[in-house]
């Protein structure tokens, strides 16, 4: 079972290196592509980035749009517009339909 | 600042590539007998969501980190005396991450409001000791449970079935505790909420009303303990609302305030989230109040009546010759469960399923039925509930925006060789 024992190994850095409260959602790995340090920057401050995972893949990017801007108008995120639309199109391009 | 977060980002990342990606989450499936839902779920969904445990918790099906939403396997469901969700697997929701640890000796419950004649503060042990203790019996099911079955798919948290769960409530009336405030006579909702949680100011901060009717309902309680212990932290210790027969938006967990007021709450969490289309569901009680001259929507309230199958998932495989028993569960919204009925012909012909014990109108009651398959080959089962008021199960999904109230008659093939 060589992959267990690297999970552990995955597990037992993470205890080491991060012992706060966010050392389970260390182990989120969103797809590497343009604009994905903005997501985790923007995004992450509120929730964790599996929330983009879970609500995968049935968002069209009117969706993702549609998201992101409830995020900024109603729940408060302070995200500028610029970022805003890097992060639509992340998640348009890796976690859309 | 190069954060450790990153380097491990880093590290996860280039071990995933190594193995084909998705590293954790498929080992931690793979380990597992453990049904992670349905395949009706989003392609992501069944992919990133893995079992692991909350402190205080056994290991459930993490569908986010942070805030926790964790979902209870259908095994555990019904695992405590063989009725009751036990604690440690009780489902977990929350909306805002920034979550309060309160200890019981520094809990106080503030009672007021413009609709209060004598606003008092309760410490648990005055609530524990100053009034009448009562048990319920009953099933909090999160509002968005099966959202995830939603088709076409809503966004959300993307839940299963495994977003409910049946338990032993302890504590004391609402309305005893307010007609020691004594309820003035323009009182129209009672409002509520706990510690702010929210991370940014500008965010919705998470308040929530019922009307007074089911405020003085006298099973409305103020819960301490569940199953016989003290609430667990994340299941909302030290007290919660425990709004028996409504979905569990109004559950509020860590319950520090509540307010009478003359006028409709106003809000995000009122006015535009937990609402399903007016007349959609016709058979749900209304909540009025919170119902606009022109609106096109009404705050969710009752749980529609539902059953779910919990030995089987689909694709099983059978011996002929050999019954089948299939066993799962009813509920409503406590009007009481009539009849459970299964059907084998793709639901041409239905018949009864035999009743467990009754423990109350709130709790969920058990069935089973034993199937004795006709040849070899594939095989579905259906399941329906129908309630005492004739209210019964749908056979394809009443969509709506927020994915609620989804009482699709399930269908689960078997196969018998």
């Known amino acids: ?97 | 600042m190069v954060s450790r977060r990153s380097f491990l980002k880093g590290a996860a990342g280039s071990l995933a590539l190594a193995s084909g990606g998705a590293l954790v989450s498929k080992l931690a499936q793979a380990d597992s007998n453990v049904f992670m839902g349905p395949t009706s779920l989003a392609s992501g969904t069944l992919e990133y969501s893995i079992l692991d445990a909350l402190p205080g918790k056994r290991p459930l099906i993490k569908r986010s980190f942070r805030p926790q939403n964790y979902e209870t396997p259908l095994a555990y469901l019904t695992e405590l005396d063989g009725i009751f969700t036990p604690n440690d697997a009780f489902f977990v929701r929350w909306h805002l991450a920034n979550i309060h640890e309160i200890a019981a000796k520094d809990w106080t419950l503030k009672i007021g409001g413009d609709s209060v004649d004598k606003p008092f503060e309760l410490t648990l042990d005055q609530l524990q000791n100053d009034f009448e203790q009562v048990e319920v019996i009953a099933v909090c099911q999160c509002s968005g449970n099966r959202r995830g079955l939603s088709d076409p798919h809503v966004a959300g948290v993307q839940w299963g079935y495994g977003a409910m769960g049946n338990a032993k409530w302890k504590g004391v009336r609402v309305r005893d505790i307010l007609n020691k405030a004594g309820v003035k006579k323009d009182a129209l909702e009672m409002a509520f909420q706990s510690p702010d949680s929210r991370i940014l100011d500008k965010t919705p901060d998470f308040i929530k009303s019922i009307p007074m009717w089911k405020a003085m309902d006298e099973n409305t309680i103020i819960a301490y303990e569940m199953n016989g212990d003290p609430l667990s932290h994340w299941n909302g210790a030290p007290a919660r609302l425990v709004v028996p027969g409504w979905t569990a938006t109004y559950w509020m967990k860590q319950l520090t305030s509540i307010t009478l007021i003359p006028q409709p709450l106003k809000g995000f969490w009122m006015e535009k989230a937990y609402r399903i289309p007016l007349g959609k569901f016709p058979e749900t009680d209304r909540f009025i109040s919170q119902e606009t001259p022109d609106g096109t929507s009404t705050p969710i309230t009752e749980m529609v009546v539902n059953s779910l199958i919990t030995n089987l998932h689909g694709g099983e495989h059978f011996k002929h010759g050999k019954p089948v028993e299939v066993k799962g569960l009813a509920w409503d919204s406590g009007r009481g469960i009539q009849t459970v009925e299964v059907s084998t012909d793709e639901g041409k012909t239905w018949l009864a399923a035999e009743l467990g014990k009754d423990h109350g109108n709130y709790s969920w009651r058990l069935w089973s039925f034993n199937f004795m398959p006709k040849g070899k080959g594939k095989h579905s089962i259906m399941a329906k509930a129908t309630n005492r008021v004739g209210s019964t199960q749908t056979f394809s999904l009443i969509w709506n925006p927020a994915g609620y109230h989804n009482n699709v008659i399930q269908k689960i093939d078997i196969e018998v060789a």
Not at chain 1, 15 to 27: C, I, R, V
Request: a negative charge; glycine letters at 6%; hydrophobic letters at 45%.
């Open chain 1, 1 to 97: 079972m060589r992959e267990e024992n690297i999970v552990k190994t995955i597990a037992i850095l993470m205890l080491l290196l991060s012992g706060t409260a966010f050392a389970d959602e260390s182990q989120i790995v969103l797809k590497d592509a343009p604009g994905k340090h903005v997501v985790v920057n923007n995004c992450g401050v509120c929730h964790s980035t599996d929330y983009i995972q879970m609500n995968s893949v049935f968002m069209e990017r009117k969706g993702w749009e549609a998201t992101v801007n409830k995020m900024i108008k109603v729940m408060g995120a302070p995200i500028s517009s610029d970022d805003a639309a890097i992060i639509i199109d992340y998640l348009s391009k890796n976690y859309g339909k």
